[in-house]
């Protein structure tokens, strides 16, 4: 019986490994402090976490705007491209047009600016012309009308002739002599084939008996290059 009374004593005995459990929970007991605790909830590591996030946010709002902007560059740069080419265009229709009608005007295609030989040529075969036709005698009346058929053309003639036969009369019957001399003959318009000129004349009358009497004349002068020669289509007195 004690034999077995001492086994029932050491098994009562406190074991070793059995106090090893509030050891372990004695390590435990350090987060019981509210240091850490409130340190965390006063918000004392916050403060730079919160500072971090807003930085964080700042950086990925300028990131934003950044790539916000981004797009809108190029498409401004494209449309301001558009418009430029647009009016690039526009512009260059413009230009082109106004050159047309500038290498069209009356200015550009007058010859008497720019070529002396044919202004020179055409002046010089119609002053003959008109000095030859209102030129005539009492017994070279039909050699003027034959002169004038040579020179003269269209309306100009046509005029030339309902006229001549009163003068034709006239300066057999009064023995009537015209002289005409061209005093100056300046070119105001001159193309590939027609000229407009401004004749200014001296014309001495002689009556047999009489005194000669001087005049003066202005005429509008419209010819035509006809067969290789200037031939004068219409007459206007000015």
Known sequence: MKRTAATTVTDTSPDPETEEVPQTEEPREPREPSESEESEESGGHEEPHGDGEDAGNGETEEATGTTGASPRRPRWLRVLAG????????????LFVKGQRL???PATSNHALTDTEATDRVTGEVGSALSKVFSYGPRS????KETAKRVLAG????????LYGQVEKQAADQKLTLTTQVVHAGVTRLGTGSAHLLVFLDQVYEREGKAATTAAAQLSVTAELRGGRWVVVEITSR
């Not at 418009?83 to 413009?94: E, I, K, M, S, Y």
Request: aromatic residues 4%; proline residues 0%.
């Open 141 to 144: 009346t039909a050699a003027t």
């Open 83 to 94: 418009v430029l080419t647009v009016a690039l265009l526009a512009t260059g229709a413009t």
């Open 103 to 105: 290498r069209d005007t």
């Open 155 to 162: 309306k100009a003639l046509q005029q030339y002739a309902a």
